[in-house]
């Protein structure tokens, strides 16, 4: 089978481009050739992206910068955090796009679990809906 214009697709062909989501283990996610066709690589992968998603919803909340720090090293700090962030959630959206369903529900429940523990009122004592997000970062919006 001719793999010309599919990319770095690899030649064995247990591997196949889905376009559409689908269960299996026998998946790529993120790396060509990663996890590959064995279970605990594929659970490794899920955890992986999971801890992705929870890391990405610390970034919309965390407090690194500090007032003392001056305009110039805070604006620098700032810059490096959103960097940061926005390649995290970029690495997240591409293991979405793997279309596979463990995947999908993998960063969805890292994504619920990182609000839960940084964002939401659960686990502090402040009030949502009159303080707002009160991360070092904006928070993230859609130009939909």
């Keep these: 089978m001719d793999h010309s214009g599919m990319g770095n697709m690899a030649s064995d062909e247990s591997y196949s ?9 026998n998946s790529e996610i993120l790396f060509s050739g990663w996890p590959g066709t064995r279970g605990g690589m594929y659970a490794l992968a899920l955890v992986v992206v ?24 805070a604006g620098l700090a700032q810059t490096a955090l959103y960097a940061v962030r926005v390649g995290l959630a970029y690495m997240v959206m591409l293991a979405v796009m793997s279309f596979n369903v463990g995947v999908l529900i993998a960063v969805i429940l890292g994504h619920a679990l990182g609000f839960l523990l940084f964002g939401s009122s ?22 939909c």
């Design 50 to 73: 999971f801890l992705l998603a929870v890391f990405v919803e610390w970034f919309n909340f965390c407090r690194v910068v500090r007032p003392r720090w001056g305009h110039a090293a």
């Design 122 to 143: 659960v686990f502090q004592a402040r009030n949502l809906s009159t303080e707002g997000n009160k991360g070092d970062l904006p928070p993230i919006s859609c130009a």
């Design 17 to 25: 481009t889905h376009m559409t989501f689908f269960w299996g283990k």
